[in-house]
């Protein structure tokens, strides 16, 4: 009875939120006001994240929750965000058919390319040679 209760709570606030957009998207101000913020701030997440891929951390991550959030309003965005997650599901799908030396392989390399990024951004950022320390420090 209790899950029965949580689910028409549920129901009732997406609702509730789906009305509160109904009505925001009701009227003209509205609706441009409405695509205006959410391409802003879809935008931004969808910028940021690109700006953090080389990085390791959540940049893909952000990536498809900016494009999430543009896709509640554009139909383009829609489109590559199904696009991105159909990709995305074909590489993991191969991956996982592959041997473990592939999947090793592939890890390595992803690793690599991680740490060769790090280095080259802290050389370029904040002037530290991570090989020369590590030189300085066994030496």
Do not use: C, Y
């Not at 606030?13 to 913020?37: M, P």
Request: hydrophobic letters at 55%.
């Amino acid at each position: 009875m209790a899950v029965t209760d949580e689910r028409r709570g549920d129901a009732e606030e997406r609702a509730g939120v789906t009305s509160w957009l109904d009505g925001v998207r009701a009227t003209r101000t509205g609706r441009l006001t409405l695509k205006i913020v959410i391409g802003v701030v879809g935008a931004a997440l969808v910028i940021g994240g690109l700006l953090l891929v080389p990085l390791p951390g959540p940049g893909w991550l952000i990536v498809f929750a900016g494009l999430a959030v543009l896709a509640t309003e554009f139909a383009w965005a829609h489109r590559l965000l199904e696009f991105a997650k159909k990709t995305l599901s074909a590489w993991t799908d191969w991956l996982k058919r592959q041997n473990w030396p592939i999947r090793i392989l592939v890890g390595a390399v992803t690793l690599a390319a991680a740490a060769v990024l790090v280095w080259f951004m802290l050389e370029l950022t904040v002037g530290i040679d991570l090989v020369q320390e590590a030189r300085d420090l066994l030496s």
